[in-house]
C-alpha cells in the first residue's frame, strides 16, 4: 500500500475531499461517461489519475498542466479552464455516486495527445479536422453515409443483440449480463461498430444502426416531449446528423452543450446517449434515422 507521503502534493492527507483548481498542478478533462468508458478501455494499463462522477455522468481525466493543446475536442470533451475548481477525494475514495477515484494517482500516466486521438477517433475526417488552421465545424459527421457503406454486408446475429441492447439504453456491463458474455467481448463488438461506421462515440453508433436499417428503434414507453427547435438541433449534433455550427451560440464550446444532452435525457427518459437518440428516432424527431431502407420496410 502506498504511503501517505509517496501521493502528489495536491492529494489530501486527511479523510476530507478538497477543492483544487485545474492549471496549478493538473490540467483536466471533462468527458461523458458514454465517452469516457471505452477510452478508459483504449488507453490501457498506462491510465493516469481519473475522477468519476456517476450523478453527474462525467468522468474527468488529470493530465500534466500544460500538456493540452488548445482546441477543439469533440462533443462530449470540455478542457477545463485553468483557475476551474475540481473535487480532489482522498486515495482511498474508488466508489460511490458523488465524486471518487475511478484510476487512482500512481497507477501511471495519461498523456493528453492520445487521450484526444482516442476521443475524436482515429480516422481520416477527425485528423483532418484536428489539424492546426482547420475548420472543424466543416466537417459533417454523417451516420446515414456510413452506414449505406455497410448495408451491403449484414451484421452478425451477435452484433445484433448487442446493438439491440445499446438502443434500449443498456450498459456494457448490462449488455454482458444479458447476453452472457464476458465484457471484454461486448466492448470488442462495440469497437466494431465504431470501426465499421465511422462512429466514434455510442451515440453515432446508435445513429448508425438506425439509418442503415440495421436495427428499428425500441417502442417508448412515453409520448415524445415538447421540444424546441434547440432541443432538436442539439439530438441531431448529438446523433452526428447536423454540424455543431447549427447549435446556438451558448452551447458552443461544448460544456453546456453537456448539460443540455443530460436534461433532454431526463426529459425523454432515456437512460444512455445512444438510447435518447433511439428515442428520437422512435417519435420521428430524427427522421433521417429512420427512412425505410431496400429490401426493409418502415417500422
Known amino acids: 500500500m502506498r504511503s501517505l507521503w509517496d501521493l502528489p502534493d495536491w492529494m489530501p492527507r486527511t479523510g476530507e475531499t478538497l477543492p483544487r483548481p485545474c492549471g496549478l498542478d493538473f490540467d483536466a478533462v471533462r468527458v461523458a ?63 460511490g455516486r458523488d465524486i471518487h477515484w475511478a484510476i487512482p494517482p500512481g497507477r501511471g500516466t495519461t498523456y493528453a495527445d492520445d487521450l484526444k486521438r482516442i476521443l475524436t477517433g482515429a480516422l481520416p475526417s477527425a485528423a483532418i479536422a484536428s489539424r492546426p488552421g482547420s475548420n472543424a465545424s466543416a466537417v459533417t459527421a454523417a451516420p446515414g453515409r456510413a452506414a449505406a457503406q455497410t448495408r451491403s454486408r449484414p451484421l452478425s446475429p451477435a452484433l445484433l443483440a448487442v446493438g439491440e441492447l445499446l438502443l434500449a439504453g443498456h450498459s456494457e456491463a448490462q449488455i454482458a449480463q444479458a447476453l452472457s458474455r464476458p465484457l471484454w467481448t461486448v466492448r470488442k463488438h462495440l469497437n466494431n461498430f465504431g470501426r465499421l461506421f465511422d462512429a466514434p462515440n455510442p451515440a453515432r453508433k446508435a445513429a448508425a444502426l438506425l439509418a442503415g436499417g440495421h436495427l ?14 434547440t432541443d432538436l438541433a442539439v439530438l441531431r449534433v448529438l446523433a452526428g446528423i447536423a ?20 436534461d433532454l435525457r431526463e426529459r425523454c427518459g432515456a437512460r444512455t446517449d445512444p438510447h435518447l437518440v433511439a428515442l428520437a428516432a422512435a417519435w420521428d424527431l430524427l427522421p433521417t434515422l429512420t ?7 418502415k417500422p
Do not use: C
Not at 73 to 88: E, K, Q, S
Open 291 to 297: 427512412h425505410p431502407t431496400p429490401g426493409k420496410e
Open 243 to 262: 454540424r455543431d455550427v447549427e447549435l446556438p451560440p451558448e452551447l458552443r464550446p461544448t460544456g453546456r452543450f453537456l448539460d443540455h444532452v443530460d
Open 216 to 229: 428499428s428503434p425500441p417502442r417508448p414507453q412515453m409520448l415524445a416531449p415538447d421540444l424546441a427547435p
Open 33 to 95: 461517461a458514454d465517452l469516457a468508458v471505452p477510452a478508459l478501455t483504449a488507453l490501457g494499463p498506462n491510465t493516469g489519475p481519473v475522477l468519476a462522477n456517476h450523478t453527474t455522468r462525467t468522468y474527468f481525466f488529470l493530465v500534466k498542466p500544460g500538456s493540452v493543446l488548445p482546441g477543439r475536442w469533440t462533443l462530449g470533451v470540455r478542457v477545463m479552464p485553468h483557475g476551474a475548481i475540481i473535487g480532489i477525494p482522498p486515495i482511498g475514495i474508488t466508489s
